[in-house]
């Protein structure tokens, strides 16, 4: 589940610059490469967060950028372009929601694809640790995927995502973030290699996530 906290602690932020309009981000994530943005989390006025919003979906969208530091403070980080990837249109949502204690509002701006049970073989893996990325890619792909794959897995599953480019790590800020794009043919052979050669193997001890077998309790 996302949070609809603000992620920072008031260091090392952001500002969003779109339509005009500015706001501080405590997070986001962003491909280096193509500048897609796929995540944002941002404060201020209720009126600059829905100004950027609209910014970034407009079809074709305004200029965007992510830079380093606070807005009236010093920026150092440079301008970095940042656009809605085209293939995420008609994906997106947004909640916005006052601040306690504050003038100020949070909004937080991501495609569904980073929603578990969302309708896409692709998706967006974010996570709060790096200890917990194999995990959800596991919980996220085994639901995707026609074959049944045993959390035993889940080490091998995401090493596999990330030599074969089918998980790319994103720039990002606040959390991790990971574009998904797993190719179902070559999973298949790939699991069927690594199940004949042994590498594989079903692990009895360790409880699989889709096991719904329920125990009778006296309480």
């Not at 490469?33 to 079809?59: C, E, H, N, R, Y």
């Not at 504050?102 to 309708?119: D, P």
């Not at 996570?127 to 085994?142: C, K, T």
């Not at 596999?160 to 999973?187: F, K």
Request: hydrophobic share 40%; with cysteine; aromatic share 8%.
């Amino acid at each position: 589940m996302i949070s609809t906290e603000p992620a920072g602690n008031g260091e090392d932020l952001f500002t969003v610059n779109a339509g005009g309009y500015s706001a501080t981000a405590d997070a986001f994530a962003r491909d280096p490469d193509t500048g897609g943005l796929w995540f944002l989390s941002m404060v201020g006025p209720q009126t600059a967060l829905k100004a950027i919003w609209a910014s970034l979906l407009k079809q074709p969208p305004d200029a965007a950028y992510i830079i380093r530091g606070i807005e009236g403070m010093a920026l150092s980080g440079g301008y970095q372009r940042c656009q809605v990837p085209h293939h995420t249109v008609g994906t997106w949502t947004t909640r916005i929601a006052r601040l306690p204690a504050s003038r100020g509002w949070h909004a937080l701006v991501y495609t569904r694809l980073a929603e578990f049970s969302f309708e896409r073989d692709d998706f967006l893996l974010l996570a709060q640790e790096q200890a917990d990325a194999p995990g959800l890619h596991h919980r996220f792909l085994d639901r995707r995927s026609p074959l049944p794959l045993h959390r035993s897995w889940r080490d091998w599953l995401w090493r596999r995502g990330l030599d074969t480019g089918e998980i790319v790590p994103l720039e990002s800020a606040g959390l991790l973030a990971y574009s998904c794009n797993p190719r179902g043919e070559e999973l298949k052979a790939d699991l069927s290699a690594a199940v004949a050669a042994g590498t594989l193997i079903l692990n009895e001890t360790e409880p699989d996530d889709n096991d719904d077998t329920e125990e009778d309790s006296d309480g």
